[in-house]
């Protein structure tokens, strides 16, 4: 069985660009949970999506957001890109049915702002 | 809201020693308890995770952690460890309540660095 795949696994682009980030969760999984993990900050919460809708954000900008396909496939979109966007943004999937009991990762797309 | 602190940000020791990863947490709900493993340029591996019932939890690649309550603790061990645990190790909670708020909230990761 697939794991959670991302696209690309690395992205270069020019501050003030835009950038499109991808994932696919684990078949059979409904929600996806973007987390980015920036150098000496962590692991933050960005966005949840569960059904198609955005269910809960993180304390990020709104330049920051996404969406959920009916495939339950999920982009993120970072506009106007400023430097410290910089960072790898994981992606996660889980089954809602039963809680919040697992999220399993993705590898990563590691996005730089030049 | 909730917080995870991991003591320790960096942890050497040798081959086949024992380690243990310290993580306190802070929280006015019950929460879930979980273990991520992320080595070089990877996403992140559940190692294990406390839900409910026995308060020591085995994982994989033979880790374990218990939780205590009272100490608001969950700290991660291995009785010998071996090179190819080298990798960041990162603590997390989750509301148990779930709902609309849910979210994974992470330490800021332990690097444990095994060396021959």
């Known amino acids: 069985e697939a794991g959670v795949t991302q696209s690309p696994t690395h992205l270069i682009k020019t501050r003030g660009q835009q950038a499109t980030l991808r994932c696919s969760p684990i078949s059979g999984h409904t929600s996806v949970y973007w987390y980015q993990q920036a150098l000496g900050l962590g692991l933050q919460f960005l966005l949840w999506?569960?059904?198609?809708?955005?269910?809960n954000r993180g304390n990020f900008p709104p330049r920051f957001s996404g969406r959920q396909f009916p495939n339950y496939s999920s982009e993120l979109n970072v506009n106007a890109l400023e430097l410290e966007d910089s960072a790898l943004y994981l992606c996660a999937s889980s089954e809602l049915q039963g809680g919040h009991t697992e999220a399993f990762f993705g590898q990563g797309t590691r996005l730089t702002v030049v | 809201a909730q917080s995870v602190t991991q003591l320790d940000s960096q942890v050497p020791v040798f081959e086949e020693a024992p380690v243990e990863l310290r993580c306190n947490y802070s929280?006015?709900?019950?929460?879930?308890l979980f273990w991520y493993v992320q080595y070089p340029n990877q996403g992140l591996q559940l190692l294990l995770k406390y839900l409910s019932g026995s308060t020591l939890v085995k994982g994989i690649n033979g880790f374990e952690a218990e939780f205590n309550k009272s100490q608001t603790s969950f700290h991660l061990r291995k009785p010998s460890v071996h090179i190819s645990d080298t990798a960041e190790y990162f603590c997390a909670v989750s509301d148990q309540g779930g709902g609309s708020n849910y979210k994974l909230t992470f330490g800021k990761g332990t690097l444990l660095t095994v060396n021959p």
């Open positions: 999506y569960d059904e198609g809708e955005e269910r």
């Open positions: 929280s006015s709900v019950s929460v879930y």
